[in-house]
């Protein structure tokens, strides 16, 4: 088995004529990135704060919020409608998903506006920089494509080791709907759901609200520890990206925890760091969304070509 047949099984992300151009475009950019940043280190030494006064508690309000709506209105449902067939019962998930992030959206912009300097511009909503971020969203996803690759390849061959040879990583539930039915009221619905609400409201929420509150509350401990001004300004600059990097690496852990399917969870992690990445980098929350809906939107459509 092939590297992009194994990778066609988690739901099919590239094309056969693209695989070769992708895979080394991503490669030479990350190559590229990884010499200039000095692995990394270097990265994010002047990625831009973000001014808020959030309680440490308060992320998890919207998160909430959507699961006790999601959960409550399936539950309503099966017990008003049991015998629903398959597909209606798919669409009304995803109705509520939806729904359920719109007001999630609603929730999180109010206490943004509530708790952030320059309010949504000050978690880096500003439409003004939607086309730039829209150019190095792609430019994100297509760097770190290689290390999702290696991250889904590793993640099969574990499984196979482990589990046995029938060992298959399973497609995400709504791309396994998207081939399974062909209703279109299903279909449109899970288009709109997983490339355009999704993105907005989980990057609002991991990306705008989680790693804001870790870095600021990282930060915080970082200050007391270290003594100003330090001895050593060279050391300290490069220390400085300590404390952005380790709040993408938690909040890339709940993001990835937070989706049922553990199969998932290495490649989900590697992606939320290239999303949490892109916000720090850049302080556009505009950049993480446009990233994940590309990779939705791609994840989708290959479904749909088949």
């Known amino acids: 088995m092939n590297v992009f047949e194994i990778i066609r099984q988690t ?39 973000r001014r808020n006064n959030m309680p440490p508690y308060m992320p998890f309000i919207p998160l909430f919020i959507w699961f006790g709506f999601f959960s409550l209105a399936t539950s309503i449902t099966k017990q008003l409608w049991p015998k629903l067939p398959e597909w209606q019962t798919a669409f009304f998930d995803n109705l509520f998903l939806c729904i359920s992030g719109l007001i999630g959206m609603a929730v999180i912009i109010f206490l943004v506006r509530t708790h952030f300097a320059r309010r949504l511009k000050g978690i880096g909503l500003n439409m003004k920089t939607a086309h730039k971020d829209l150019f190095f969203a792609f430019v994100n996803l297509l760097s770190v494509w290689p290390v999702l690759m290696a991250v889904i390849i590793l993640t099969t061959f574990l499984g196979k080791f482990f589990q046995g040879q029938d060992f298959q990583l399973q497609p995400h539930k709504e791309l396994q709907l998207v081939a399974e039915y062909t209703q279109l009221p299903l279909r449109v619905l899970i288009i709109i759901t997983t490339i355009a609400v999704v993105p907005v409201f989980e990057e609002l929420l991991f990306r705008g609200l989680f790693q804001t509150t870790l870095r600021s509350l990282l930060e915080a401990r970082y200050s007391s520890l270290v003594p100003r001004p330090s001895p050593a300004p060279a050391k300290r600059s490069e220390d400085g990206s300590l404390v952005p990097w380790s709040a993408i690496a938690i909040s890339s852990g709940i993001f990835a925890l937070i989706h049922s399917n553990a199969d998932h969870w290495p490649a989900l992690f590697v992606l939320s760091v290239c999303m949490g990445y892109a916000y720090e980098k850049s302080g556009s929350l505009l950049r993480p969304i446009f990233i994940h809906s590309l990779f939705n939107a791609t994840s989708v459509l290959s479904v749909l070509i088949q």
């Open 11 to 49: 739901g099919g992300y590239i094309t056969d004529k693209g695989d070769f151009i992708i895979f080394s475009a991503g490669i030479a950019l990350f190559g590229i990135w990884l010499l200039k940043t000095s692995l990394g280190r270097t990265a994010l030494i002047d990625s831009p704060p």
